[in-house]
């Protein structure tokens, strides 16, 4: 058996009884019953996925996934490939949002070439590159099987690694320009909604070059006809490494009981595509906000997850998990620290006078 | 003068060169134009609140207005009036909600009876008592004007006193039964709006409870005739002690350059009742998240602001400001933290082969 199919096959469900026992001690807090809404769903679903009710997160990783894209040569974004390359070092140099973010959330961040079409040198890149980039899919497929399960098995090691070194809160993000027209073919092929509704216009692009990018997906989903009905058959062909990269982050965190959080687009797609592989997954994901793009929320009502956070972000690069991170650590402080109505002292001396 | 005159009269209009400057750092940095959202939004606010383009938040404070509501004895909340008493205890206990986000978020609590019907002792109470709870609003004012101008003067001394101390971001919370009763009755006044839109079913009421509520509301309000072109009018007449402390913060955050985070739907009615009294507190305030509690979404829509977290939360106390404070802190750490183009090291001897 290999990696990939140990993993997928190995994901098992979260932990029913702790996730009701998480639930009971919620309901005696303190506080109206289910007043702490959202902060109350995701210590319920940490208690599912580690089986202990009361979590502490410990450290914290997020996995920025570079890859190039061969459809950026039908000119489907308003800014050159090597942008992909640049924007990977600026991250490992700190100075990109997603270095900010993280910084400012206490979060490592560890950056993997899984497929930049560029050699790169440069202190911490995690160098796993599967191939220069894909080909371009309006030609033919983005790339082979094979090279799409190493991809995912690239993600999926990288995870265990992270596990080993003591991580329990991870999140995805993606540096590869052109990703959203390899998201969007995604979303259409898995689900047969239209164009309009998906694509969005990314980074500063025209009308025209908007119109472009509609039509060369489509072009695309026809040329290679993905079947939906296999999830490898779709990232192959229409996908990108970055995706599969990050596909397989989520299938690991789930086979290895972590909780893992989506960012914005690309990372949703990502999160589809491992939902159409194993929808036990779902469990194990966190969503963050609701991106700008206008695909995102398709994929989120599909996977029936929901973003929390609406702060019109659209810069991908996974910048919308470390202000989550921090929404997720509230929640087990909220299930720790506070009191249950049993636990309260009863002796009300303070009190001179209640009328 | 008084000190609320002084106050209104002395709040100033954000530093919008600032604002300006701050946008055009933002449009700088390495990343798509807007692309990060609400946190480049937070980041001008901010400049325009400090006249600083780099900000650091160095000391958060929330601030917890407690106080009873003498509309209570007419059964529009499901919990007795005496919880107002024992859960101010348990916040300073830190036991609540408010305390263990506050403690997550690094932030002090500062809670004040400012009307708690009932004499507390207990360690780290602020006592500023205007009287011992309100008057049942359904039978006469809530409380006379001096005693409204006394509790927003109770709010505006207590930002003075926290901004001296170096606190340099605050948030408004409350502990009061029956406090939605007088947030519906303030928006109702204010603007006219329709009472089946706005009054919500608080914690754990029934149908009938519900349709009781409603009612009691509008008597207080036929009966008072509160003149909506006078704040401290509508405040006496059919507010709170709490809301009334708030709406001193808010205005007193504004006349000290200082931003103030709204939580849910009481603190956004005391933001209305400061915005009714001077609408340039808008530029100095900060909403949080979506109440769950249905009145929340037209008081940001009549102020124009629009909150950033969805959680489903409907806890009161403040508790949805501690997680906003790190959002807003995020945002420092963007303009602060990332890049500029101009400023990125164009040595590319890292790339060995750009394709």
Redesign the interface.
Known sequence: MSLFEEVCKGIRPPDYESMEKASKRLDS?????G?????EQIAIKLAGITGAIHNEINRKCMIVMSADNGICEEGVSACPQ?IT???T??IL?????I???S???KSDVKVVDIGI??????SGLIKRKVR??TANMSKGPAMSRDEAVKAIETGIEIVKELVKEGYNLLGTGEMGIGNTSTSSAILIAFTGIEADKVIGKG??MTDEGYEAKKSIIMKALELNKPDKNDAIDVLSKVGGLDIAGMAGCFLSAAYYRTPIVIDGFISAAAALLAYKINPLVKEYMIPSHIS?EPGYTYIMEHIGLK?????????GEG?GC??AF??I??ST??I????TFD???IN?D??????
């Open positions: 807090l303190i506080k109206p019953i007043s702490l809404g959202e902060l090597s390359a640049l924007q070092v600026n140099k700190g100075l990109a949002g270095s900010a973010l910084k400012h959330a079409n560029a050699n790169i040198n440069y220069m980039g980074a500063g700008a973003p929390f956070l609406d702060l019109n972000m659209r810069l910048t470390p202000i921090n929404i650590e509230a402080h909220i720790n620290d506070m009191a636990e309260l002292d009300n303070f009190l001179v006078d209640i009328r």
